[in-house]
C-alpha cells in the first residue's frame, strides 16, 4: 500500500546504513511504498545531508552501529537540534538488547526495528512514522495561519483603536468614557470638493479622497496625535488622548500648517480648518462596529470654526491664540457668530514665530 504524500511533496525518507545489502533492501522498499528516499553509509555523511537540507526529510532510518559517527550520536544531535527535532527517527539495529533500546528510547527514537527486520511490521512503522510526521506538519501549518491572522486581526485592532483602548476591551471592558481635561481637536474639510467629485466617477472621487486622507493620517501619526475618523470629505484628528501629553497642542498646530501647506501643492485643493481645545470625553460604545470616538463642546466649537472658516486658513479660538502665542504667530480675524454659541473671537493661525 502506497503512502499518502504529507505535503504537495512525496514523502522523503533518509537511509543511514553502512550494509550496503540494506541499504537497498530499504530504498526498495521505500519505493514499494511511494516514498523517495535518499541513502548514505555512515553518521558522518547522514549529519552532513541534514545540515544541509534540514527540512528536506520526514524520516530517518538509522542504525545504530556505525564506524564514525555512530548512530546514536546522530540521534542525539537530530533530536537537540530545533530545526531537526521533529524529523521522527526509527533505529535500525541488530542489537536488540534492552539496555540498547532503552537507550535510543531515552534520547529521543521514535521506534526501534532488530534485524533482520520483517518487511510488513517495518513498513507499518514507517507507515506510522510518516503519519506523525504529516499530523505534526499540519499541526505546524495551521498554527502559522491562526498566528498570521491573529497578526493580521491585531493590525485591523491598532488601525481602529487606540492601543490602550484596545488592550481595555480585550480584558473584557464594554464601555468605555474617559473625561479627559485637556485636548485640542482639529477638523479639515477641502474646500469646492463636492462640485468636483460630481465632475468624476465615484471610483476616481473614492482614489482621490483615499490618497488625501493617507497623506494627512502619516502626518498626523508622525506627531502622536489620534485620527478620530472622517466624513464625507472632512477629516477630523485630536491630541491629548487618550494619552496624555502637555505638548499636544503645539503638535497639532504644526499638523495644522503642514496640511495647510502641503495639500494644496500635492492635489491641487485647498482645506478649511478649525482647531480648539478644551475638556473632552472620549471612548468606545455600543456592540458593534465599535470605534474611537470624542464628544463635547469642545468638538462642537472646533467643527464651528472649520465650518464658518475661510478657505487655505487655519481658524482657531481665544484660548488656542493665548497657549501658543508665545510660539506661533496669529491674526485676528474678529467676533464671528457660531452656531449654537453666539458671537466667538476667532484667530487665524499663520506660523511659527521667528
Known amino acids: 500500500m502506497k503512502l499518502p504524500p504529507i505535503s504537495d511533496r512525496q514523502p522523503r525518507v533518509l537511509v543511514v546504513d553502512d550494509d550496503p545489502l540494506v541499504r537497498t533492501a530499504l530504498i526498495r522498499m521505500l519505493e514499494v511504498l511511494g516514498v523517495t528516499a535518499s541513502a548514505v553509509p555512515s553518521g558522518t555523511d547522514a549529519l552532513e545531508a541534514l545540515r544541509l537540507s534540514p527540512r528536506a526529510f520526514d524520516l530517518v532510518l538509522l542504525d545504530v552501529a556505525m564506524p564514525g559517527a555512530t ?35 531515552e534520547l529521543g527514537a521514535d521506534d526501534f526495528v532488530t534485524k533482520p527486520f520483517m518487511s510488513r511490521l517495518l513498513e507499518a512503522r514507517i507507515h506510522s512514522s510518516l503519519a506523525r510526521k504529516r499530523v505534526h506538519d499540519w499541526e505546524q501549518h495551521y498554527r502559522k495561519l491562526l498566528e498570521d491572522e491573529e497578526a493580521r486581526s491585531e493590525q485591523l485592532i491598532a488601525n481602529v483603536l487606540p492601543d490602550r483602548i484596545a488592550a481595555r476591551l480585550k480584558k473584557g471592558e464594554h464601555q468605555i468614557a474617559e473625561q479627559i481635561e485637556d485636548v485640542s481637536v482639529l477638523f479639515a474639510d477641502l474646500v469646492d470638493f463636492t462640485p468636483l467629485a460630481a465632475q468624476k466617477p465615484p ?12 497623506h494627512m493620517d502619516h502626518l498626523a501619526g508622525a506627531r502622536g496625535l489620534e485620527k478620530i475618523k472622517t466624513v464625507g470629505d472632512a477629516y477630523m484628528v485630536v491630541g491629548g488622548l487618550p494619552e496624555s501629553r502637555e505638548d499636544h497642542l503645539e503638535a497639532m498646530a504644526e499638523l495644522a500648517l503642514e496640511m495647510r501647506d ?9 482645506l478649511r480648518i478649525g482647531l480648539h481645545c478644551g475638556p473632552a470625553v472620549g471612548g468606545v460604545i455600543g456592540e458593534r462596529k465599535l470605534s474611537y470616538d470624542v464628544w463635547g463642546d469642545t468638538i462642537n466649537v472646533a467643527s464651528r470654526l472649520e465650518a464658518h472658516g475661510v478657505p487655505g486658513t487655519i481658524q482657531c479660538s481665544r484660548v488656542v ?21 453666539g458671537t466667538m473671537e476667532a484667530f487665524f493661525l499663520l506660523g511659527p514665530r521667528r
Open 71 to 105: 548512530g546514536l550520536q546522530v540521534l542525539e544531535h537530530v533530536k537537540s537540534t530545533p530545526e531537526l527535532a521533529d524529523i521522527p527517527v526509527v533505529m535500525v539495529s541488530a542489537q536488540g538488547e534492552v539496555d540498547n533500546v532503552v537507550r535510543c528510547l
Open 203 to 214: 471610483h476616481e472621487v473614492v482614489a482621490l479622497l483615499n490618497r488625501i486622507f493617507s
Open 262 to 270: 502641503t495639500v494644496p501643492r500635492l492635489f491641487a485643493l485647498e
Open 321 to 341: 491664540r493665548d497657549r501658543l502665542r508665545y510660539t506661533f504667530e496669529f491674526e485676528e480675524r474678529g467676533p464671528i457668530s457660531l452656531r449654537g454659541r
